[in-house]
């Protein structure tokens, strides 16, 4: 029986490395044509070029990780079909459960390294590759970071601090406005209740301006509602949004405690489970796929013509899926972890039904 394990399981791993190999290479190819202009627009040299899509290769595999986890193996079990051993192990009386085991492990295996991936080398891999799409070819440096609710950015001749409840309304809450003199004193504070840009102009509400005159002298004035003219525009002002993709697992669980707002903290708890119910998702898509492998051969006398572009197919249900329960929970329409869990436990659910009757 060890034998037996040990085949499988080395059949699964070489398919694994196959599948794995030619799905990244044909994601570079796709990317490279497309982002190829970019870089030589941006006068990159070839050397850049490389290292971009090289880094980029362990974000390629993790995001492709379940469907390859799924598509090694339905071709694992396939090809035993194809080739009679399937057949002749259970005509030797060994039952299903033992033979799709090995296929199983290697599944949880790669599972593993996905998640191993996610803590240790996909922060640095994404960090590199995010510094050199975004700052050196697109030139979108950022201004700003985000750090427990309020946003901070260093303009041309200040510093603005503020709160942003729409991200895609031009509406600043806490608002603040400093500028310092050359040997870093501060020359101009200006804080308001809020802000807004309208009609290419800075609008501030119920606030206080304080300006330095003489050597440690500032003088206050207070308005209710003031225009001023700043150099920057909400659109100049550029976070990275990619910011959680850089993250590890551990990092993406404890930035949900530096959060300060309940819709921060929802959104937070949403991508730390989101990140581990993706990474997680191949076993249960390897699941319901060998059924739907055996079911197709048992029907139609047919397993890979049928299997594969079938687990196709349900990876693609799977993502879409996955997608739309994480909007929902990033939304707070539904709980974080149960968009994490539901659709591996009913998938799960569904492919061990579907095994116990095919092993019966």
Known sequence: MLLLNRYILTQFIRIFSTVAAGFAAIYILIDFFEKIDNFMEAGKPLSLVFKFFILSIPFIIDQLGPV?????????????????????????????????????????????????????????????????????????????????????????????????????????????????????????????ESAEWKDQEWILHNGQTQTRFGENNYQTTLFSEKKIALTETPDDFFVPKYEASELSITDLYQRIYRQQTAAEIVKAWAEFYGRISYTLLGLPLLLLGLPVLLISYNKWGRDLSIAIPASCGLAFFAWGLWGALQSLAKADYISPLLAAVIIHLLFGSAGLYLLHRQNN
């Open 68 to 192: 390859l986890i799924l598509l090694s193996g339905v071709i694992t079990i396939g090809l035993l079909n194809h080739q009679h051993e399937l057949t002749a192990l259970k005509a030797g009386g060994i039952p299903l459960r033992t033979i799709i085991k090995p296929v199983l492990i290697g599944g949880l295996l790669c599972t593993m390294l996905f998640l191993a991936m996610a803590q240790w080398l996909l922060p640095a891999t994404m960090s590199s590759t995010n510094s050199i799409w975004y700052e050196n070819v697109k030139g979108m440096v950022p201004l700003g970071i985000f750090r427990n609710g309020r946003y901070y950015y260093k303009g041309q001749e200040g510093f603005y601090s503020f709160s942003r409840p729409d991200p895609h309304q031009p509406l600043f809450v806490n608002f603040s406005y400093s500028s310092w003199t050359e040997d870093y004193h501060l020359h101009t504070l200006i804080s308001a």
